[in-house]
């Protein structure tokens, strides 16, 4: 199955790539799994419709309910 949603860190100086995944759901798993060993809020960017979504999970007893702001846009090409 072709990857079409993928997940960034969000930093200071921009966006770091940190894979691509499938499913929503396999996204947040991959973004709680990130976030214990980097703090901080992560984007999910749908390549098909464009969809941003950002994810900010929070302190250990937090995870299981992350915040997360969901946008539209144009859709980004990567090359």
Not at 16 to 26: I, K, S
Request: net charge positive; glycine share 10%; hydrophobic share 35%.
């Amino acid at each position: 199955m072709i990857s079409y949603l993928d997940i960034f860190r969000i930093e200071s100086n921009g966006v770091l790539w940190c894979g691509a995944v499938t499913t929503v759901e396999t996204a947040q798993d991959r973004i709680q799994k990130l976030a214990r060993s980097s703090p901080g809020s992560y984007l999910i960017l749908n390549q098909t419709t464009g969809q941003r979504t950002v994810v900010t999970p929070g302190s250990a007893a937090q995870n299981e309910h992350p915040r997360v702001e969901s946008a539209h846009g144009a859709r980004v090409g990567m090359g």
